[in-house]
Nanobody, 116 residues
Framework: QVQLVESGGGLVQAGGSLRLSCAAS????????MGWYRQAPGKQRDLVAV??????KYAGSVEGRFTISRDNAKNTVYLQMNGLKPEDTAVYYC???????????WGQGTQVTVSS
């Protein structure tokens, strides 16, 4: 069973930074795509950023402020968030996709709150 464990969320003032981490229970090469989604209260879960062999992709609202990266040796994916805004407040979820078994995996989520 694959486990994704997020950490690094918290409360920060607008303009501040946070780095989220997602530790996977297996080698990152097992997954075709990894990424981050977020869900604000009363809203749907939306893509924030993904990383795959072909590169990275970001939601327009975070482009230039957030950076997704991976450390294969640590089986960990990161989301560096700079210039945070109150509208970035949400629960952030780590995501992984494994094409070979048509499986999607999700972490338990970590809360990010940005105060104005």
């Amino acid at each position: 069973q694959v486990q994704l464990v997020e950490s690094g969320g918290g409360l920060v003032q607008a303009g501040g930074s946070l780095r989220l981490s997602c530790a996977a229970s297996r080698n990152l090469f097992s997954f075709n795509i990894m990424g981050w989604y977020r869900q604000a209260p009363g809203k749907q879960r939306d893509l924030v950023a993904v990383i795959a062999d072909g590169g990275t992709k970001y939601a327009g609202s975070v482009e230039g402020r957030f950076t997704i990266s991976r450390d294969n040796a640590k089986n960990t994916v990161y989301l560096q968030m700079n210039g945070l805004k109150p509208e970035d407040t949400a629960v952030y979820y780590c995501y992984a996709n494994q094409f070979s078994v048509a499986a999607d995996y999700w972490g338990q989520g970590t809360q990010v709150t940005v105060s104005s």
